[in-house]
């Protein structure tokens, strides 16, 4: 990697990959508290795509006014094909030069650290804050907008409730989480779900769906939710085993976009506005190329090759209670 002896005065922001409520939060407190350190800000809307095109403005303490308490990102964001080569990279950082942008802090995932990497490694200096519905930052053991996103599945949950348990059915409700299990098992425990299909655990469908449903019922029940995490397969198709081979009725409902949407809770909130200031200290500090997590209780932040290294797993005891609270035993 190459060397950073500038001074950082100039910084910019933006917000990559699929949007997440708290966003707009983080934006916010990198603008306030970039300016009380004495940098100046320059926002950079959709993504790596527009710091390639130059799709740059200034930012000041009022243009963040009213941002706090909305959903999604007012900078917008990309998932950017064109910045994924070496002539990319390059072309980003030229027009960063451009506006005389010294740092870049990055808001978003997995994909937007990794872009931040690449411009890392070509000497332009980056700070990325982990925000994403999925919780799937290996190194962070919290992303920004996780919190809302389980707050509004489980609204949506409940709701589906009501309508299962009236026909006597099986709900089948499929929930965002890219290759990750987090939302769905923590909203699973939260509503009370007798099933929970993830990606890290292998699935034995007569062992862990029909006979859990079937002993639910056998023991008095009348409806069931069932969860799956989009990673682990599909809930069209987990309905329609279920009542052919179960004889159960079982509808199926995609949460989808829905997940990523809403005013972001108090968690949220005051998460991205804590890391974002974390990352203000970083560049204050000349700790560059760092990514910001959340590690034990505490706000921290860690250089970005190492980070992302890092691998996560699902706690096995976590998944191991979910069964516990489950109907399938002691319903
Ligand atoms: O990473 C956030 C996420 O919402 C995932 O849960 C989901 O798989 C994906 O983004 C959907 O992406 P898109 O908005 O491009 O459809």
Redesign the pocket.
Known sequence: MKQQHQTIRNIGVLTS??D?PGMNAAIRAVVRGGIHDGFHVYGIRRGFHGLWRGDIDDLNGQSVSERLQRGGTFLMTA?SATFNSPEGVQKAIEMAKVFNIDAIVTIG?DGTFRGARDLARQGMPVIGIPA???N?IACSDYTIGYDTALNTAMEAIDKLRDTAMSHERCSVIEV???KAGY?ALNVGIACGAEVIVIPEVELNFERDVIKVILQGRNSGKHHYIVIVA??AGSASEMAQKIESVAGIEARATILG?L??GGSPTNRDRTMASMMALQAIECLREGRLNRIIAYKNGSILDLDIEEALKAEKTIDAAEIARAGILSARRNF
Do not use: C, F, P, V
């Open positions: 990959g699929g997440a998932r995932g994403t519905i999925d799937d965002m989480g890219r939302l989009e990673g976009h997940q990523r």
